[in-house]
């Protein structure tokens, strides 16, 4: 699907758990939040303060020049 959107020319950023999985369908921009629990991709709920962080970092990868199948793993603090 996110290949389907940026051929439109809208860039896209996955959040992935998973990298292995992820890995294999080489998404053109991806972060990796380490040690989040699948399900809390952004973070656990109610926490705004992590997911916000987590949503700003997935964002500052859209100006940032990746290759295709490049997964960034970012810590956060406080998760």
Partial sequence: MQRAIESQGIPTVLITLDTEQSG?????????PEGFEFGHSTGKPFDKETQTAVVRAALEQ???????????????PGY
Avoid: D, N, W
């Avoid at 294999?24 to 990796?32: D, E, K, Q, S």
């Avoid at 859209?62 to 490049?70: C, F, I, T």
């Fill in 24 to 32: 294999l369908m080489r998404p053109p921009r991806a972060i990796h």
């Fill in 62 to 76: 859209l100006e940032v020049k990746q290759e295709p199948g490049q997964i960034h793993s970012k810590r956060f």
